[in-house]
């Protein structure tokens, strides 16, 4: 419908424009009732606003291991939606310092993952356990700026304002993860960026590469080609795959570490090999290459525990992996080996171990692995069966816990759901939040478990639309679980949180699921 005016009418319709309020939510200068996620461990607020401008400069010390980068990836990230270049600078022999201090505190209750942030009217001030705790500062130092913070084109108009007061934040686990299956359905560079940045964003910081499955093998073996000429030629529904070449891989690496996330690769064996079958076909027993599958079964395919090539093959993947992969981690898979004799499941996983060992890695695997002799430091990744986590607890190793009926990315959130699975569970959005690693499983504890990692299988997810629909809006509840400690957690604080995120996902142009089981905000602000 158009509104027409008469001349004067609309000369005084004009006049008052500037009067009206605008559509911006309302400031708040109340730091306690900032909507951040994960919950940090406390907040105390002093009812004043700082306001970065144009001129904000981000000081850094030049003493200060790592800082330098925290400083540059906090000024690019503000770039987009501000338009400023924020400055970086160095703090030594500056007097009078005002703008954003980045430095590595001597305070060593705040561990080094933690910070302090401290927010005055004419500073902010984020001081960290080492670099990582900076950049997990400079994250909550971003949600606290206005939602309009993470749009891509800059905000004409938009005041940056912040509400001051402190923040003292650590996390409870140091492994906070997500794994991405990227073999089912390949995902090229750029979207694993963005899904790195979907961790970044929440404090994560393992990202899980699950790099081979029967449907494709995505890393390059410059020793074994035809894993990737041939074995990464397709995936579910006959696509044309793909795969990282080792340098796309270590651009992948160099990139989650700038966000501090640590890459950890799987490759899946001795199971969930047919990529590999039919890349060689030597590594099978007859001696003879099955077809590259494209379907969506489990458990059909095996290694030829035997034979050995099947070990030199592993050895060389490993060496090369090891080789472009700077974290203390290399994951083996080791699940659902249905095809493998159970006699030789064991020697097959103790014999892997030896050779992530030899080249100076340790090896995690999924539950089944718990029933090898497992080495000192081995971790084991709890996904279906309790008893297998307990064993390997009594082994003296450590886990990591992804329940599939809780933690699982790829499970529907309810019949409904236009894509996803549901063996597991539907986890709709409380669902995948109400729960705690600690006591999730009866006899293992706190000490017992390193983290825990949500997981994306990639059966039924083809695009980012598809990873962004399944990914959010649980992804940050994963995050607050690992992060926050459970005495600080409940769902109706995080509700409130989570609902108030939505225009802020919307900014970030995240496709979420809009869950009935979420009052969500009518805006972005409470
Ligand atoms: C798994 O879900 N097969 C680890």
Wanted: glycine letters at 8%.
């Amino acid at each position: 419908m158009q509104i027409r005016l008469s001349p004067l009418l609309s000369i005084t319709f004009l006049a008052i424009l500037p009067l009206m309020p605008s559509c911006e939510p309302p400031v708040t200068t109340d730091l306690t009732k900032s909507t951040l996620i994960p919950q940090p461990a406390s907040v105390t607020a002093s009812g004043g606003t700082f306001v970065m401008n144009a001129d904000t400069k981000i000081y850094v010390s030049d003493s200060d291991e790592g800082t330098d980068a925290v400083a540059s990836y906090l000024s690019q990230l503000l770039s987009p939606a501000t338009g400023y270049a924020l400055e970086v600078s160095s703090s030594e022999g500056v007097n009078e310092l005002s703008g954003i201090l980045l430095e590595v505190s001597d305070d060593a209750t705040l561990g080094k993952e933690g910070y302090e942030l401290t927010i005055t009217e004419g500073m902010v001030k984020i001081a960290g356990g080492s670099a990582a705790g900076i950049f997990y500062g400079a994250q909550t130092l971003r949600q606290l700026l206005p939602d309009a913070i993470e749009a891509s084109v800059t905000q004409e108009g938009q005041t940056w304002s912040i509400p001051t007061g402190t923040i003292r934040d650590m996390p409870v686990y140091g492994y906070r993860g997500a794994m991405l299956d990227v073999a089912r359905h390949f995902f090229d560079v750029n979207e694993v960026k963005r899904f790195i940045d979907f961790l970044a964003a929440y404090k994560m910081n393992v990202l899980h590469l699950h790099l081979s499955d029967d449907q494709g093998w995505r890393i390059e073996i410059k020793s074994w080609p035809l894993l990737t000429e041939h074995g990464g030629q397709t995936e579910v529904g006959g696509g044309k795959g793909g795969f990282y070449t080792q340098e796309q891989y270590k651009e992948l690496v160099a990139y989650a570490a700038e966000r501090q996330i640590l890459v950890i690769p799987e490759i899946d064996v001795p199971g969930h090999t047919n990529a590999a079958l039919a890349s060689y076909p030597a590594l099978n027993c007859d001696g003879r290459a099955p077809e590259l599958y494209t379907g969506t079964e489990v458990g059909f395919s095996t290694l030829c525990t035997d034979k050995k090539v099947t070990y030199e093959f592993l050895n060389d993947v490993v060496r090369e992996l090891a080789e472009i992969t700077p974290g203390p981690y290399l994951h083996i898979g080791g699940d659902e080996s249905h095809a493998t004799k159970s006699e030789d499941y064991l020697p097959f996983v103790n014999q892997v171990q030896g050779i992530v060992k030899a080249h100076g890695k340790t090896m995690i695997g999924w539950d089944e692995t718990a029933q090898a002799d497992l080495s000192e430091g081995s971790v084991v990744q709890l996904w279906h069966n309790a008893d297998f986590a307990k064993m390997a607890v009594q082994k003296g190793a450590k886990l990591i816990m992804s329940p599939a009926n809780k933690a699982y990315l790829d499970m529907q959130y309810d019949s409904t759901s236009r894509i996803g699975l549901h063996w597991a569970a539907y986890i709709e959005v409380p669902d995948g939040y109400n729960w705690d690693p600690a006591t999730i499983v009866p006899g293992i504890g706190r000490e017992d478990i390193i983290g825990m990692e949500c997981a994306l299988w990639s059966e039924t997810v083809t695009d980012m639309a598809d990873i962004e629909y399944l990914t959010f809006p649980r992804l940050p509840g994963y995050a607050e679980i690992a992060w926050s400690a459970s005495s600080l957690r409940n769902w109706e604080s995080y509700e409130k949180r989570l609902s108030a995120h939505a225009s802020r996902m919307e900014s970030m142009g995240i496709g979420f699921y809009r869950s009935p089981k979420v009052a969500w905000a009518a805006s972005g602000k409470e």
